[in-house]
C-alpha cells in the first residue's frame, strides 16, 4: 500500500526519493520502501524527514503515533524502537515480540481480567511492535527461554502449534536467536524473573523488568550490570542456537 501522505509531501517540496534519501542519509531503496510498501523507519529518521518535508511525522506515520500499549509501558515502547540489540530473559511465556496473536490473546484473555476491548488494545500494540524486526536494519534479538514456556498450554492446543511454528519461522532470520534452558537446570538467582536489556544507537542501555502490577524502566548503570549478570547467568545455562531450534521443533510435534 503506497503512503499517499508521503508521496503528496514530496511532490509539495519537489524531492524525490534519491534527493530524500541523500538528505535523510539513507539508501535510496530504503526510502523508495516507505513510498510503496508501507515500512516504517527508525524514529530518528521520521523526525528527519518531517523536517525536510516540513510536515509532522505522525502526519506522515500515523501508526506509531496510534499508542494502544498502556500508558506506563509507552516509554519502554518508545525506547524498544530505538533498540540496536535486545537481550530478552523469560521464564514463564514466549516473550511478546515473538507471540502470535493467538497466543497474546490467550495470555491476556485468561481469567478475564481485563475487558474484552482493553485485551484488544493490548494484543494491537504488541503485534505493532514487532514491525521491528522486519525492519531494514533490525535489532539483534536474542531470547532465552525456559524449556516449560514451550510445554506449557496456553489458550488450546492449537493456538501452542502456531506459537511454536511462528517461533521456527522466526529464527530462521540470522538476526534472531532464540535458546532453551534445558528443563534440568536447577535454579538459580538469573532465573528469578523476566527482564529485558537493550542497547541504543549512542551505546547507551537500558532494561525493563516486569511484575503481577507493572513493568518498570531501569537506567540505572549499577541496575543494568546488575541485570547483566543476571543475563549471562541465564544466557550460559541456555543450550547453543541449534540445539534450542531442534527442541522447539521436538516440543512442537507434540502440539500437533
Excluded at 21 to 33: I, S
Excluded at 69 to 74: I, T
Aim: negative net charge; charged residues 25%; glycine residues 8%.
Amino acid at each position: 500500500m503506497a503512503n499517499e501522505a508521503l508521496c503528496v509531501a514530496m511532490a509539495a517540496k519537489g524531492e524525490t526519493v534519491e534527493s530524500l534519501a541523500e538528505k535523510v542519509r539513507v539508501d535510496p531503496k530504503t526510502a523508495g520502501r516507505w513510498l510503496t510498501s508501507g515500512r516504517i523507519p527508525h524514529p530518528r529518521t521520521r523526525l528527519a524527514v518531517a523536517e525536510v518535508l516540513d510536515r509532522d511525522a505522525a502526519e506522515l506515520w500515523p501508526e506509531p503515533f496510534r499508542r494502544r500499549d498502556l500508558p506506563w509501558f509507552r516509554p519502554w515502547a518508545e525506547l524498544e524502537q530505538d533498540a540496536t540489540s535486545i537481550r530478552s530473559y523469560e521464564p514463564l511465556l514466549v516473550p511478546g515480540l515473538l507471540q502470535t496473536e493467538g497466543y497474546a490473546r490467550a495470555v491476556l484473555g485468561t481469567g478475564g481480567l481485563l475487558p474484552a476491548a482493553e485485551v484488544d488494545e493490548i494484543v494491537a500494540g504488541r503485534l505493532a511492535r514487532q514491525a521491528i524486526l522486519a525492519r531494514d536494519a533490525p535489532p539483534q534479538l536474542v531470547a532465552v527461554i525456559d524449556e516449560v514456556v514451550l510445554r506449557r498450554l496456553v489458550g488450546d492446543r492449537a493456538v501452542m502449534a502456531g506459537q511454536l511454528a511462528h517461533l521456527l519461522r522466526v529464527v530462521e532470520q540470522e538476526h534472531v536467536q532464540v535458546r532453551v534452558i534445558p528443563a534440568e537446570v536447577s535454579w538459580r538467582t538469573g532465573l528469578a524473573g523476566p527482564f529485558v536489556l537493550i542497547r541504543l544507537p549512542d551505546g547507551a542501555e537500558a532494561a525493563y523488568v516486569d511484575n503481577q502490577l507493572r513493568g518498570q524502566v531501569v537506567t540505572e548503570s549499577a541496575d543494568i550490570a546488575s541485570l547483566g549478570g543476571r543475563w549471562e547467568s541465564v544466557a550460559g545455562e541456555a543450550l547453543p542456537r541449534r540445539r534450542s531450534i531442534e527442541l522447539i521443533r521436538e516440543v512442537a510435534t507434540t502440539w500437533t
